[in-house]
T-cell receptor, first 114, second 115 residues
Framework: AQTVTQSQPEMSVQEAETVTLSCTYDTSESNYYLFWYKQPPSRQMILVIRQEAYKQQNATENRFSVNFQKAAKSFSLKISDSQLGDTAMYFCAFGGTSGSRLTFGEGTQLTVNP | DADVTQTPRNRITKTGKRIMLECSQTKGHDRMYWYRQDPGLGLRLIYYSFDVKDINKGEISDGYSVSRQAQAKFSLSLESAIPNQTALYFC??????????????FGPGTRLLVL
């Protein structure tokens, strides 16, 4: 079974600065998908970024980028130029190729301070 | 309009009552999922369906049942609600193929309170 661990329950950052959220996972599969989801106070689960394990290039989406280290089973999220609207709970998630489920970490509450 | 919709958005019910949560999607995806989220925790899978004739249990299916009425509709039922089923419930969809394969997209959630 896969496990996903987010070791930072809470983090804070000043507006316009950069912050990195950590995620590690454990799996015996060779091909899989990794995701970061954002859950703001509205409680909606919003996809932030997606990484396919067979792709060596790190995914980027505007101010969001990942550092994917397959051998270390690490998948961190970097948010550049942090904005007040980035304040949310961030979940790291693992998806296998069977499409049966996502395994979620416990979440990191990020607060962006003005 | 939202691609994945859930009704109701909020529901209060009493112990022992039967309730149904509904999910509809316009993304054209074959796969649909029901998750629950408890305070301070990530999401856990209740049931999933890969097509209209395919229903599978997730990690916490006890006390729940589902129905896939059409490709676009997937409903979750609590046959006899109990207080520890108080949670936030999410529906999600995904596709097997394409650039965004295996990526799950979530509805807005249904907050359920069982008294």
């Amino acid at each position: 079974a896969q496990t996903v661990t987010q070791s930072q329950p809470e983090m804070s950052v000043q507006e316009a600065e950069t912050v990195t959220l950590s995620c590690t996972y454990d799996t015996s599969e060779s091909n899989y998908y990794l995701f970061w989801y954002k859950q703001p106070p509205s409680r909606q689960m919003i996809l932030v970024i997606r990484q396919e394990a067979y792709k060596q290039q790190n995914a980027t989406e505007n101010r969001f980028s990942v550092n994917f280290q397959k051998a270390a089973k690490s998948f961190s999220l970097k948010i550049s130029d942090s904005q007040l609207g980035d304040t949310a709970m961030y979940f790291c998630a693992f998806g296998g190729t069977s499409g049966s489920r996502l395994t979620f970490g416990e979440g990191t509450q990020l607060t962006v301070n003005p | 309009d939202a691609d994945v919709t859930q009704t109701p958005r909020n529901r209060i019910t009493k112990t022992g009552k039967r309730i149904m949560l509904e999910c509809s999607q316009t993304k054209g995806h074959d796969r649909m999922y029901w998750y629950r989220q408890d305070p301070g925790l990530g999401l856990r899978l209740i049931y999933y369906s890969f097509d209209v004739k395919d229903i599978n249990k997730g990690e916490i299916s006890d006390g729940y049942s589902v129905s896939r009425q059409a490709q676009a509709k997937f409903s979750l039922s609590l046959e006899s609600a109990i207080p520890n089923q108080t949670a936030l419930y999410f529906c999600a969809t995904s596709d097997l193929t394409g650039e965004e394969r295996e990526t799950q997209y979530f509805g807005p959630g249904t907050r359920l309170l069982v008294l």
